[in-house]
């Protein structure tokens, strides 16, 4: 039984910064691939960033690449996102989430992760 808690959401303005973190209980991380996930109102949710549980590998979608960074700290359990450069169209709750590893990046496929967190409100706005 795996307990992802996001923390970090707020109200920041364009082109600021954020972090969010992920603390993952039940199992240390290099037993899961790790992915950040966005949901807007009325669109479907959507992969954002992955790490990998075997080598530590990073992925990112295009609309986010060169402006957020994954990383993890496994002595504390927890997946960060450093969010920079942020815009408006970044606005969403975002969810960590776990999935097998291998199974998990760089394809950031919803139906692969099986535990998520409650999600965390970020909101980009002047």
């Known amino acids: 039984q795996v307990q992802l808690v996001e923390s970090g959401g707020a109200l920041v303005q364009p082109g600021g910064s954020l972090r969010l973190s992920c603390v993952v209980s039940g199992n240390t991380l290099d037993y899961y691939d790790i992915g950040w996930f966005r949901q807007a109102p009325g669109k479907e949710r959507e992969g954002v960033s992955c790490?990998?549980?075997?080598?530590?590998?990073?992925y990112y979608a295009d609309s986010v690449k060169g402006r957020f960074t994954i990383s993890r700290d496994n002595a504390k359990n927890t997946v960060y996102l450093q969010m920079n450069s942020l815009k408006p169209e970044d606005t969403a709750v975002y969810y960590c989430?776990?999935?097998?590893?291998?199974?998990?990046?760089?394809?950031?496929?919803?139906?692969?992760?099986?535990?998520w967190g409650q999600g965390t409100q970020v909101t980009v706005s002047s």
């Open positions: 989430a776990t999935a097998r590893r291998f199974v998990g990046c760089p394809a950031m496929l919803p139906t692969r992760f099986g535990s």
């Open positions: 790490i990998s549980s075997s080598a530590g590998r990073t």
